[in-house]
């Protein structure tokens, strides 16, 4: 999912958080593998030089930035849905959700998926991290709006699969139907 946060996250007139805001970009829409510095250079406007000043780790240190910026982006939106009832909190999940899923028909993915997925030799704790800090918030609002915390916690990694998955078969589709086939079983997940 990619979302500006306004906060604790990089502002855009900063090089190094544009270089991360870009990174994010880059990887939903080629993925780790298909990530270029110059792709990054180019979209924060960032000269050259910068690449290893601000990220003496390359491209393995810019990938975990990147997939802990839009995981933690992520996070903070999921904190905020209103948890005035479980199933309410589905509904505005699935709302929230939906324009980037949309996206994903049209070939962009998730940034913390592409991280998750690739090859072994970039740090998969970042992406880890962030999928752990996006069941973790979720947990948090379902079992605020009443779901016992076991039942809370289940049903939010269901919801969090439902989301990469349609990430994945959207974008295989290029259609938005099978997110909307998944999202009438998941209101039926929703314990009564």
């Not at 970009?25 to 960032?46: H, K, P, W, Y």
């Not at 995981?71 to 939906?98: C, I």
Request: negative net charge.
């Amino acid at each position: 999912m990619a979302v500006r946060v306004k906060g604790e996250f990089p502002l855009p007139n900063d090089t190094r958080g544009r270089m991360v805001e870009a990174a994010v970009t880059a990887l939903r829409r080629n993925g780790v593998a298909g990530m270029s510095f110059t792709e990054i250079l180019a979209d924060s406007g960032a000269a050259r030089g910068a690449i290893y000043h601000h990220f003496p780790g390359g491209k393995t240190q810019l990938v975990a930035e990147a997939a802990a910026l839009n995981g933690g982006q992520v996070r903070a939106l999921l904190e905020e849905l209103p948890a005035t009832d479980p199933r309410q909190v589905v509904e505005d999940f699935l709302t929230l959700v939906r324009p980037v899923v949309i996206e994903s028909s049209a070939g962009c993915g998730c940034a913390v998926a592409a991280v998750a997925v690739a090859a072994d030799e970039l740090p998969h704790e970042a992406s880890a991290a962030a999928f752990a800090s996006w069941v973790d918030a979720l947990t948090g609002r379902l079992a605020t709006a009443g779901l016992p915390t076991e039942v809370a916690r289940d049903l939010a990694t269901t919801l969090i699969t439902l989301l990469e998955g349609a990430h994945v078969l959207c974008r295989a589709a290029a259609s938005i139907e099978p997110f909307d086939r998944v999202c009438r079983t998941a209101m039926a997940l929703v314990p009564a």
